[in-house]
């Protein structure tokens, strides 16, 4: 199982940002879908799930500001972020989780400027 991130960059405060997590299986195949995100010096945070059946939670840290959702035909996950403040800077990864199994992708950087 292989989990391709990407999306991140440099945003001002207030700006939005899309990530995005490619799996090389269907998504459908798996019990849930999250991202994470980890900043200098912090455990690595859950931001948001989305289950097999569509059901999502979010972190109250980003609600009302991140939105997770899925593509299933394109096998993609999705992470939109509005209203981005400075301490949503982090390494952002994405991980699946199947049969006991969690399966991460690599990080991509999320840096929110003030």
């Known amino acids: 199982v292989q989990l391709q991130a990407s999306g991140g960059g440099l945003v001002q405060a207030g700006g939005s940002l899309r990530l995005s997590c490619r799996v090389s299986?269907?998504?459908?195949?798996?019990?849930?879908m999250s991202w994470y995100r980890q900043a200098p010096g912090n455990q690595r945070e859950l931001v948001a799930r989305?289950?097999?059946?569509?059901?999502?939670i979010h972190a109250d840290s980003v609600k009302g500001r991140f939105t997770i959702s899925r593509d299933i035909p394109r096998n993609t996950v999705y992470l939109q972020m509005n209203s981005l403040k400075p301490e949503d800077t982090a390494d952002y990864y994405c991980?699946?989780?199947?049969?006991?199994?969690?399966?991460w992708g690599q990080g991509t950087l999320v840096t929110v400027s003030s």
């Open positions: 989305i289950f097999s059946k569509g059901a999502t």
């Open positions: 299986l269907s998504i459908l195949n798996f019990n849930a």
């Open positions: 991980k699946a989780d199947l049969a006991g199994r969690s399966y």
